[in-house]
């Protein structure tokens, strides 16, 4: 490599392109905590204590609480799901005291990047919500989401009681499997805890989108193949 910037470095268009090139290389490598840089600068906040007293944001709300990879992509699906009050990013399922996305990145905190759905079981119900969580990421991989590996990005479903435990076992077993050929191992355990992420993380794929080729390359096809198998249940738009 370094022979290559010395025969570049008399070409200033040579130069430009190697810049571009060496800029993309942690995108399409080595995924979302690494290619993180900007945000990673940013002033993080501390997030807010473990607590397994779910605030809702609204009276008669459920909540859901998923890990399927990277939180800005599930964030990004159920934002858009007719029914949806509020889409929460958060770090659940650890043993550590506490979380933050440089320790959590780490993957020796156990926790999962998860994202609370919080929803009106009057318009969508748990059972929707699981068949979305199957058809929008990859419950055969074991601690890995395409690029993003670790037990941070591993399929989880946290049951926040012992109906969404019976609703999370055979939607398993009856929709995972049909839409899945290989073993499903998605994690269905009790939740915890949770702690909301840091500021920067919150709706951020509205918020940053073409600014972070992450987006681009990762988050926009699973939003895509989302709108795609669910047409009727997205949300509609707003003048």
Same mark, same amino acid.
């Given at each position: 490599?370094? %022979?290559l910037?010395i025969?570049?470095?008399n #070409?200033?268009?040579m130069?430009?392109a190697l810049?571009?090139?060496?800029?993309?290389l942690?995108? %399409?490598t %080595?995924?979302?905590?690494?290619?993180q840089?900007?945000s990673a600068? *940013?002033e993080e *906040?501390?997030p807010?204590?473990?607590?397994?007293?779910?605030?809702?944001v609204?009276p008669?709300?459920?909540?859901?609480t998923?890990?399927?990879?990277?939180?800005?992509c599930v964030e990004?699906?159920y934002?858009?799901?007719e029914?949806?009050?509020?889409?929460?990013?958060?770090?659940?399922?650890g043993?550590?005291?506490?979380?933050d996305?440089k320790t959590?990145?780490?993957g020796?905190t156990? =926790?999962a990047e998860?994202?609370?759905v =919080?929803?009106d079981?009057?318009?969508?119900?748990f059972?929707?919500?699981l068949?979305?969580?199957w =058809?929008?990421?990859?419950?055969?991989t074991l601690?890995r989401?395409g690029?993003?590996?670790?037990?941070?990005?591993r399929?989880v479903?946290?049951? =926040?009681s012992?109906a969404?435990?019976?609703?999370?076992?055979? #939607?398993?077993?009856?929709?995972a499997?049909e839409?899945?050929?290989?073993e499903?191992?998605?994690?269905?355990?009790?939740?915890?805890g949770?702690?909301e992420?840091?500021?920067y993380?919150q709706?951020?794929?509205n918020?940053?989108?073409?600014g972070n080729?992450?987006? #681009?390359?990762?988050i926009?096809? *699973?939003v895509?193949?989302f709108?795609?198998?669910?047409? #009727?249940?997205? *949300?509609?738009?707003?003048?």
């Amino acid at each position: 490599m370094d %022979l290559l910037l010395i025969h570049c470095a008399n #070409s200033s268009t040579m130069k430009k392109a190697l810049q571009l090139l060496l800029g993309l290389l942690p995108v %399409l490598t %080595l995924g979302a905590c690494a290619h993180q840089t900007q945000s990673a600068m *940013k002033e993080e *906040k501390k997030p807010v204590p473990d607590t397994t007293e779910v605030r809702l944001v609204q009276p008669g709300a459920e909540v859901a609480t998923l890990g399927g990879g990277c939180f800005w992509c599930v964030e990004a699906i159920y934002e858009d799901v007719e029914g949806v009050l509020a889409v929460v990013s958060g770090y659940a399922g650890g043993t550590a005291a506490t979380a933050d996305y440089k320790t959590v990145c780490t993957g020796t905190t156990e =926790h999962a990047e998860v994202v609370q759905v =919080h929803f009106d079981p009057k318009i969508i119900s748990f059972d929707k919500i699981l068949e979305i969580f199957w =058809h929008t990421h990859n419950p055969t991989t074991l601690n890995r989401q395409g690029n993003d590996v670790g037990p941070q990005y591993r399929s989880v479903i946290f049951y =926040h009681s012992p109906a969404q435990r019976r609703i999370a076992e055979e #939607s398993k077993a009856a929709v995972a499997t049909e839409l899945w050929e290989d073993e499903i191992v998605t994690e269905i355990v009790p939740f915890t805890g949770f702690w909301e992420a840091e500021d920067y993380h919150q709706d951020y794929f509205n918020t940053v989108g073409n600014g972070n080729p992450y987006c #681009s390359y990762i988050i926009a096809p *699973k939003v895509a193949k989302f709108k795609k198998a669910f047409p #009727s249940i997205q *949300k509609k738009a707003t003048n």
